[in-house]
């Protein structure tokens, strides 16, 4: 049985051309503290990332453009959000990601912004993420202040300088969508692990067996890892994990990570991989650049 169910509707590109002039226009009055903008506003930007996104992860985002009534629009993009924008697969707005079971609330902030979330493949680069990639939480701001030069910019809203966007002399929240990540994520390596089956033939699931990261890799936060118990598995921690990024002071001071494994492998080599995956981690975050090897684990039995 699936702990977690997510649909996840067909993505199709946004094929009416966007009327940027009025986009700007709106902009600009969001600039000036007018909120009535914001809801239209927020729903152009979730069309230009339909037009662009199947483009952008092919790398061809140096040739973008936005399909407008006065022609083809050149759009600059600026990835300082995304942790990893050369090894980034696949962009997909919240809008189209519906969590069917496994989670309690759906943690959301209302403002200004199109959540979105991002996978990262796995690399050499980043080996401490699942096999099946690394979804993470991604909002899109589009700056309009050269309707004729649009930049669409990438925010991670796990980041504290993120949660506030100043526009003019104003400051509104980043609309953000924290659940839909961890959703999609947990939904992909759910099958790593079979509850009973890992309890009874752990043979079969010893090569799934690991730490690996859940969250945006940051040097300054402190690991988190969840270690579940008997006849168990990561999704254990679906709904803590919810609960927890949902907390501004927890999501800003901490990153999370899990460790995997078939319940009915004998006790000392467990202890053994665990201890090894921690130093393999610690030494994985000193290496970029996290200058504390201090770790918290949240384990239940």
Do not use: C
Request: charged share 25%; net charge neutral; hydrophobic share 35%.
């Amino acid at each position: 049985r699936k702990d977690i169910i997510v649909k996840q509707g067909r993505i199709a590109a946004f094929q009416n051309p966007i009327d940027l002039d009025r986009t700007a226009a709106q902009w600009h009055a969001i600039k000036t503290g007018d909120q009535s903008a914001i809801e239209e506003y927020n729903e152009t930007v979730g069309n230009v990332i339909s037009q662009i996104s199947f483009r952008m992860v092919k790398r061809s985002s140096q040739s973008l453009t936005v399909r407008t009534p006065r022609g083809d629009i050149p759009l600059l993009i600026d990835t300082g959000g995304i942790e990893t924008p050369d090894h980034v697969d696949r962009v997909i707005p919240v809008d189209s990601i519906r969590v069917k079971r496994g989670l309690n609330n759906e943690t959301v902030v209302d403002g200004v912004g199109a959540p979105l979330v991002v996978r990262q493949k796995w690399t050499t680069r980043d080996p401490m993420i699942s096999e099946t990639g690394l979804w993470y939480p991604v909002t899109a701001i589009l700056d309009l202040d050269n309707v004729n030069q649009p930049i669409m910019r990438f925010l991670d809203p796990t980041q504290e300088e993120n949660t506030m966007v100043a526009m003019g002399n104003n400051h509104f929240p980043l609309k953000a969508n924290y659940t839909a990540s961890i959703a999609r994520d947990l939904y992909d390596r759910q099958t790593q692990f079979v509850n009973l089956s890992g309890l009874i033939k752990y043979e079969k699931f010893s090569e799934h067996m690991g730490l690996f990261r859940i969250s945006t890799f940051d040097p300054e936060k402190i690991p988190i890892v969840f270690i579940h118990g008997l006849k168990s598995t990561p999704n254990t921690w679906n709904n803590t994990l919810n609960e927890m990024v949902a907390d501004p002071v927890v999501r800003d001071r901490y990153e999370f990570w899990t460790f995997g494994y078939p319940t009915g492998a004998p006790v000392p080599f467990l202890s053994a991989k665990l201890r090894d995956e921690i130093e393999r981690m610690t030494a994985y975050r000193r290496s970029r650049g996290s200058a504390s090897n201090r770790v918290t684990i949240m384990a239940h039995s």
